[in-house]
């Protein structure tokens, strides 16, 4: 009896042993061999690693005049199992979000828990809100990229997307800058992601703000460039129009407008062809103001000087293709002109006859020259080259054609840069729109160089078209800009619109120009007004003319440009 | 124990417990020996006490300062937001455009329609 209990009780001993020995095993196995494994999932479920969104950078005029800033917002969320009267809730929530109200009870009454009411909303709509104390609306705290002067500048700035990524202008092109880094916190939390209170809490890496861009534009000339073109277009009924404004002794773009304009607070309202910066982007035949460059290469090259007298009869016949002028000449008009006097008048006749004259090898190289056929590197996304053929590919017609500015496409920033290197006496000039970048602190600065690469015409010959452009507007075709006392430089241009099928050109419809600078011999602006489709009236000086006088009266006021002589009282 | 030996003293525990303490009468000097750790360790109680005491009220400052400061970080980056939004509410009652039409439409206001250059008589 004694023997049978013994053995029991070393069974149970046995067994003890066993299973003591198996937990022990099975202990060693969790807490030392899979030691590592069990640490890193545990601290995988208390660590929560959240992401510190950086500032984005502002976007300045050139004198520190904010374009594009961004201010805190609120976006407003309901989670609708929490809302116990769904109709009471859209009723008082409706007219705060200025949503529809049976819309909002669709959303109210979902089966989800989360639900976005309003994105980004206002710090003054949040407020509403809050002050209602309603269940189930909660709140989460961003920043709002916004345009405080709306429309102005809105082709050059550009816009955001809903995450702040920049999607056009300068916020796209510059996105790397003024986006900044973003940091990331860790903390330990709970499976909610609440911060436990005896948790730690490491920053892994800090944010680091966006940089500030700050622009070669200036707000005001902006402002009333935009106000004059909208003025031109709506004036003429015109379907759009451009502006440029142009330092050309170190490329500052000072304004450039796009009309019909849009407002980036609100872009998704605005057709892309809209937001899109047709003053880069859009390639037209410049028409009469491409003389200047036909101009500009014969006088080089010596060709003729501007007193050179030519007969310029009033057609011209080459390869079955009559070369004729915009106006029909009087009978008492004479048929012999000097160089200078067919660009002041603007005659196509004569000016085929320079650039045949000229040879095409010599015109084709003196366009390259001038930075048509190629991007002007301009610091604004979407630019074009343009539109020019290589003169082993011109036909017979080209090289006459293309010295009045037809069968070659260039984009109103070529223009203008080009007619810079004029004004300047020569100087090659690249436009920029980013003067320099700055830190949050405002010390550090980085420049964007003035890309001035040196002479590329002489600067007499350049002194002769500065002279001749300033007869166009004192006795030639550009009178109606005249400002009394100032000297100004200019040259009309009225262009037949090419078809967009791209089999010749569109009846009665034709792009309007104006390109001209001031003071006309030691030029500070350039100027060029591009109207789409005007109705009624055409030329270059009845429709972009006007234009260009307001833009430069309101310069000359602004900038307090002393008149060159007192005009006669 | 001998309860005559007149160097042994009976003291109360004799009643309480029923048995006797025997102990030596201390000499004068460790009488002062004891009383001197005595003060010794009241003293050192007392400092602790002190020191706990001071501790605890820097502790306690530290933390007000603390949630003070909190209070006043969290003040400032609710000015810093409000701060944002005036500006832009500033910027955008202040563009060329509103100016513009409240001096024309509100004012009657017009641009000058010519204007006169003066020459100064010593320039």
Redesign the interface.
């Known amino acids: 009896m004694k023997k049978a209990t013994t053995g029991r009780i070393n069974i149970v001993k046995l067994a003890t042993i066993i299973v003591a020995g198996l937990i022990l095993s099975r202990l060693f196995y969790l807490q030392v061999w899979q030691h590592g494994f069990y640490k890193n999932k545990s601290e995988n479920q208390i660590d929560k690693i959240i992401t510190i969104d950086a500032k984005r950078g502002r976007i300045y005029d050139r004198n520190k005049v904010p374009l594009s800033i961004t201010t805190p917002a609120k976006s407003v969320f309901a989670n609708p199992r929490e809302i116990k009267d769904p109709l009471m809730t859209a009723k008082y929530l409706s007219p705060i979000l200025n949503i529809d109200q049976g819309r909002l009870l669709n959303k109210l009454q979902s089966r989800g828990s989360f639900i976005w009411l309003s994105r980004k909303a206002s710090i003054e709509v949040a407020k509403k809100i809050e002050a209602l104390k309603l269940e189930g609306i909660h709140f989460i705290d961003e920043k709002n990229r916004v345009f405080p002067h709306e429309t102005l500048a809105a082709d050059i700035i550009g816009f955001v997307g809903i995450d702040n990524q920049g999607l056009g202008g300068i916020e796209y092109k510059m996105q790397s800058l003024l986006k900044g880094k973003s940091g990331k916190l860790l903390f330990q939390g709970d499976p909610r992601r609440r911060r436990l209170i005896s948790g730690q809490t490491q920053i892994i890496s800090p944010s680091v703000d966006g940089k500030h861009v700050v622009t070669t534009i200036d707000h005001y000339i902006q402002y009333v460039t935009e106000r004059a073109l909208e003025k031109g277009v709506k004036a003429r009924s015109a379907k759009a129009g451009q502006v440029i404004v142009m330092n050309p002794n170190n490329g500052d773009i000072l304004a450039m407008a796009d009309y019909p304009r849009y407002n980036p607070n609100n872009w998704q309202v605005s057709p892309s062809r809209v937001r899109k910066n047709s003053a880069i982007s859009d390639i037209v035949e410049p028409g009469s103001i491409f003389k200047l460059i036909t101009i500009s290469a014969v006088l080089e090259e010596g060709i003729v000087t501007p007193g050179t007298v030519m007969k310029v009869p009033e057609t011209f016949l080459l390869y079955n293709k009559r070369i004729s002028e915009a106006h029909k000449r009087e009978e008492d008009e004479p048929d012999e002109y000097t160089a200078s006097e067919i660009i002041q008048k603007s005659f196509n006749v004569g000016t085929s006859i320079l650039a045949m004259e000229l040879g095409k090898e010599k015109f084709h190289r003196y366009i390259e020259l001038f930075g048509f056929g190629k991007k002007t590197g301009i610091e604004l996304p979407g630019e074009s080259a343009g539109l020019m053929r290589h003169h082993r590919n011109w036909n017979g017609l080209d090289n006459a054609m293309m010295s009045f500015g037809q069968a070659i496409g260039v984009t109103p920033i070529q223009m203008v840069t080009a007619i810079s290197k004029i004004a300047n006496g020569g100087l090659d000039i690249r436009p920029r729109v980013l003067q320099y970048t700055i830190d949050e602190d405002g010390t550090y600065r980085q420049g964007s160089p003035i890309r001035k690469k040196g002479r590329m015409f002489r600067e007499r010959t350049m002194r002769q078209v500065q002279e001749i452009m300033h007869q166009t507007v004192e006795v030639g075709t550009g009178q109606i800009v005249k400002i009394p006392g100032y000297d100004i430089a200019g040259k009309t241009g009225t262009a037949q619109k090419a078809r967009a099928d791209g089999r010749g050109y569109a009846e009665g419809e034709y792009i309007s120009s104006f390109v001209g600078f001031f003071p006309a011999y030691n030029a500070e602006v350039v100027i060029l007004v591009l109207i789409d489709t005007p109705q009624k009236y055409y030329y270059g000086s009845q429709v972009a003319g006007p234009v260009f006088k307001e833009i430069s009266e309101a310069i000359i006021d602004y900038y307090n440009i002393a008149p060159e002589m007192l005009p006669v009282q | 124990m001998d309860s005559n030996n007149p160097n042994f003293k009976r003291d109360f525990a004799t009643v309480t417990y029923g048995f006797d303490i025997i102990y030596r009468m201390p000499s004068k000097a460790q009488k002062k020996q004891q009383q001197r750790r005595l003060r010794l360790i009241v003293s050192m109680y007392l400092l602790s006490g002190c020191f706990a005491l001071i501790g605890l009220h820097f502790g306690i400052q530290t933390q007000s300062i603390n949630h003070k400061m909190n209070l006043i970080k969290k003040d400032m980056r609710k000015m810093k937001?409000?701060n944002?939004?005036l500006?832009?509410a500033v910027?955008?009652e202040t563009?060329?455009?509103k100016i513009?039409n409240i001096a024309r439409n509100q004012l009657n206001m017009i641009p000058p329609k010519k204007i006169?250059?003066i020459?100064p008589k010593n320039p």
Request: aromatic share 14%.
């Open positions: 937001r409000e944002e939004s500006e832009y910027l955008n563009r060329l455009e513009d006169h250059y020459t």
